[in-house]
């Protein structure tokens, strides 16, 4: 199994970034899928994650309005567009693919994580 992210980079405050993450070798469909960051010198935390159907999201309360988590089960990709971003959004992004009942926020339940992706927003 393998989930690439990609789509990172250096932002203004104000500014938008898409991140995709690309699934292989899993059944990308029977998945809800997941967006985690990791700020420097902080934990890992939970910051969007979206149903196996595309027909449920949830969204952490510091991005909500700002982020959209989506997914193209025919592209075996999730997507998380962020939008009006500010500095304390600066973090490596992980996503990751959950095989459980429900979608949720705990890190423990996700069964893969992808590498991660640099997102920095400048003030």
């Known amino acids: 199994v393998q989930l690439q992210a990609s789509g990172g980079g250096l932002v203004q ?6 991140l995709s993450c690309a699934a292989s ?3 990308f469909s029977r998945y809800h899928m997941g967006w985690f960051r990791r700020a420097p010198g902080k934990g890992r935390e939970f910051v969007a ?8 999201a949830d969204y952490a309360d510091s ?8 997914r193209d089960n ?6 998380l567009q962020m939008s ?16 459980g009942d429900y979608v949720t926020h705990s890190i423990p339940a996700y069964d893969y994580w992808g590498q991660g992706t640099q997102v920095t927003v400048s003030s």
């Not at 991005?63 to 989506?70: A, D, N, P």
């Open 13 to 18: 405050a104000g500014g938008s970034l898409r």
């Open 25 to 27: 070798g899993l059944t």
């Open 74 to 79: 025919a592209k075996n990709t999730a997507y």
């Open 63 to 70: 991005v909500k309005g700002r982020f959209t988590i989506s």
């Open 49 to 56: 994650a979206v149903s196996r159907s595309d027909s449920n």
């Open 84 to 99: 009006s971003l500010k500095p304390e959004d600066t973090a490596v992004y992980y996503c990751a693919a959950d095989r």
